[in-house]
């Protein structure tokens, strides 16, 4: 009877062609490669020892059964041979560092200390002098080895032996870019690289408490941001008369290696609510060139910056009788002061040329006169130090470092005093009308317009 039950059972077993047999064809190729992993014995060894001979015989015709009856669904025997496989391949996982299998070799991360170079590094490796001089010789085709800089992060992997011989240094220019010296023998080898990024898309936004700074890195947000809009709105919004109930929201992308965060790569459009005004910032590319427009495809960029430098407070206004903190009596202040650390850089508002650059008698200190066009020049006092290459007669660009703020002269404290004469005689520098640059090109406006429309959908202030 249990004969004909048994005979029965695996008749109806190999017609029906059950979920069943499908999924124990696949158990078994699991539990199979499971054993031979942990094990290291055969399936058919263990069972032989622990089921008898009569189940074990049922299980070896119901899974020849099930085989034979999934042999015209090559999908799923395509699918479980990929899942056996992975388990067998996955008995020993691979550690790669920089591309480097480093699974019989040592690692050890390290930051270059100060007045350290190449040579004491490979020094410490019981590199010779000849071989220093090919490592030398093998970065120079990648890397400026005197650009080695103190606090940036190398690697070195060496062998699990006594002397702990060096076979990779891996340098990390930036949070981007690194360089591996390889050493094998007589033979050093060198490449440059670059680490995978990953681009993060963001909608940001925020309300003005005391500074757009403060509004941006207290939510958590990354300080780049602010720098990114300060620089694409400086021409129209004066950052040093933001008031509280300002706004902006703005939809980026970040960059990032691993968890590392590298950069933002771009301003895809952005909004900033002040003065009760909209400014729209939308990007267009001109002649191969991305510049910044508002709403009517005029240019965000101006003849002349809204101020000479970033993130500081405006300490003494433009006036026609003030009281001197150092003289202790009252006289005109034809200029705006800017109260900022000492040494933070100062930029020219526009395009001109140095018409003056030296120190001021009356107690100006160090300063620097540029004159941008026939009716417009600027001045700039109280400098600690010139930038480099900064002389009389020196052409400028906007936004080109001239300097940077200092207590030189008749001051109190490290400030900026900016003046701006319109025709020869000063005027408010907070008052100054600034013409703007070329619009949108009217054969491209449609095309404009197109973009604007999309991009203005993420910039509704909810």
Known sequence: MSKFLIGGFLAKMTTEKTDFCKKRDTIIG???????????????????????????????????????????????????????????????????????????????????????????????????????????????????????????????????????????????????????????????????????????????????????????????????????????????IDFFGLQKGDMFKAKYTERWVDTTFVGIDSIKCAMFYHDNREYHAIPFDINGKTEYFDNDGNSLRKAFLKAPLRYSRISSKFTHSRFHPVLKIRRPHHGVDYAAPKGTPVMSIGDGKVVAKGWDKKGGGNYIRIQHNSVYSTVYMHLNGFAKGISQGSNIKQSDLIGYVGSTGTATGPHLDFRVYKNGRPIDPLKLESPSVEPVPSDSMAKFTVKRDFLLKDLRID
């Open 30 to 236: 699991v539990v199979d490669a499971l054993l031979s992993l942990l094990f290291r014995i055969h399936i058919k060894s263990l069972t032989a020892r622990i089921v008898s001979p009569t189940i074990y015989s049922l299980l070896l015709l119901s899974v020849t059964s099930c085989t034979n009856s999934n042999t015209t669904n090559g999908n799923n025997n395509t699918e479980k041979s990929s899942i056996i496989d992975t388990i067998k391949s996955s008995k020993h996982v691979h550690q790669i560092i920089y591309g480097i299998d480093v699974d019989s070799l040592d690692h050890e991360n390290y930051s270059v200390k100060n007045g350290e170079n190449l040579s004491d590094i490979l020094t410490r490796y019981n590199i010779d002098r000849k071989h220093i001089a090919k490592c030398d010789s093998a970065i120079s085709k990648v890397f400026d080895i005197k650009k080695l800089r103190a606090g940036n992060n190398y690697c070195v992997i060496t062998e699990q032996d006594s002397l702990h011989t060096l076979r990779h240094l891996i340098y990390d220019i930036s949070p981007i870019e690194y360089f591996i010296l390889s050493i094998n023998g007589d033979n050093v080898t060198s490449l440059k690289n670059r680490h995978k990024i990953i681009e993060r898309e963001r909608v940001a936004e925020g309300v003005i408490e005391t500074s757009l700074w403060n509004a941006v890195v207290g939510q958590g947000l990354q300080w780049e941001l602010a720098m990114k809009l300060s620089d694409i709105y400086a021409w129209n």
